[in-house]
């Protein structure tokens, strides 16, 4: 259930700090905040262009296997971060996230949910359901297809597109939501679109419940097509 648009951008200093700031928002293992599993998109911060769209089951911990923090994985963009960092001193970062009633199993809370499986004498993969693991494939390659269509090729630093499935279900405004991922100005005059960055939010717990509850606001308008306003009165 995706609806609200992060945006920030840091330098190679605050790589940690942001990790840090990720994980407050989008922790796996409490239902404060967003999800963990979402999209992520890095972005170049003085030309405001896309460089690459992903998909993360652990957005905070994705970020960090990225920047050098945990171990390179298959598909880890550290090369290309380290490359950017050497030219350039800001990298923008923006995450795309879901309601936390859309957090499925991952490898940091299954511990935490194993035990409640015990108790009910349930698999541990009865506990959460894997529609947000499903969501991010699909919006995923929505997304990275949507900016193939407009602009010919795919992100930098992508090399294939996303889900198969995704991309069958492209609509011409899906764009408009990639565009958001790099325009940090857009606040102002796009409804999805965080007023604070990440990092904004997670020092400011007021801030991060306002957030949390236009992202219902948000889901309306991204789901069911619905004025801002009509969604807003719904919610309110």
Request: glycine residues 6%.
């Amino acid at each position: 259930m995706f609806g609200t648009v992060i945006i920030d951008a840091y330098r190679k200093e605050e790589i940690l700090e942001m990790a840090n700031a990720i994980d407050d928002l989008c922790s796996p293992t409490d239902n404060c905040g967003w999800a963990s599993a979402g999209i992520y998109c890095f972005w170049d911060y003085y030309a405001e262009a896309i460089l690459y769209i992903g998909l993360a089951g652990d957005l905070a911990e994705r970020f960090k296997q990225h920047n050098g923090i945990l171990p390179v994985k298959e598909g880890s963009k550290q090369k290309q971060i380290e490359e950017y960092f050497s030219k350039n001193e800001r990298l923008g970062y923006t995450i795309f996230v879901q309601s936390p009633l859309s957090q499925p199993l991952v490898h940091r809370n299954r511990g935490m949910y194993e035990k409640f499986a015990k108790q009910q004498n349930s698999p541990v993969e009865d506990m959460l359901s894997e529609q947000g693991r499903d969501d991010i494939k699909r919006v995923e390659g929505i997304l990275i297809e949507s900016f193939r269509r407009k602009y010919g090729h795919f992100p930098p630093w992508n090399s294939i597109g996303g889900s198969s499935a995704g991309q069958t279900k492209v609509m011409e405004n899906n764009i408009n939501i990639v565009k958001s991922f790099c325009r940090p100005d857009d606040y102002a005059i796009n409804p999805i679109v965080s007023r604070c960055t990440i990092r904004e939010l997670s020092m400011n717990p007021t801030w991060e419940w306002y957030e949390n509850y236009l992202h219902a606001v948000r889901m309306n308008l991204l789901i069911l097509g619905m004025d801002y306003d009509k969604s807003l009165e719904l919610v309110n």
